[in-house]
């Protein structure tokens, strides 16, 4: 069992940044592979960022790429969601999300239903 707490977030203009982090109870934090998600009003959860186990491997959505950086400190329980030059598009409340597998194809990395913890969410709101 993992609980996942996150922290971070508000409110920026266009163009501006943000970090969100995220705490992971348990002591086999490196053993997750992590990830982030957004969820709009009316929309879908869509895949932001992930990370490998080691931090190693980083994956992005192709709405984020360039703007956004995933990144983790094993040694604090912790990964993190740096945000520059928001757009008002990237308004949604932002979910970190853990699982044990380990995925090499993009599509499966980026499946909601592939994730088995996840944080209590955090809003995001960019204005123009």
């Known amino acids: 069992q993992v609980l996942l707490v996150q922290s971070g977030g508000g409110l920026a203009q266009a163009g501006g940044s943000l970090r969100l982090s995220c705490a992971a109870s348990?002591?086999?934090?490196?053993?997750?592979?992590m990830g982030w998600f957004r969820q709009a009003p009316g929309k879908e959860r869509e895949f932001v960022a992930g990370?490998?186990?080691?931090?190693?491997?980083?994956y992005y959505a192709d709405s984020v790429k360039g703007r956004f950086t995933i990144s983790r400190d094993n040694t604090k329980n912790t990964v993190y969601l740096q945000m520059t030059s928001l757009k008002p598009e990237d308004t949604a409340v932002y979910y970190c999300?853990?699982?044990?597998?380990?995925?090499?194809?993009?599509?499966?990395?980026?499946?909601?239903?592939?994730?088995?913890?996840w944080g209590q969410g955090t809003q995001v709101t960019v204005s123009a």
């Open positions: 348990g002591r086999t934090f490196s053993t997750y592979s």
């Open positions: 999300a853990a699982t044990r597998s380990y995925y090499t194809d993009y599509d499966r990395r980026a499946d909601p239903s592939n994730y088995n913890y």
């Open positions: 990370i490998s186990g080691s931090g190693a491997s980083t």
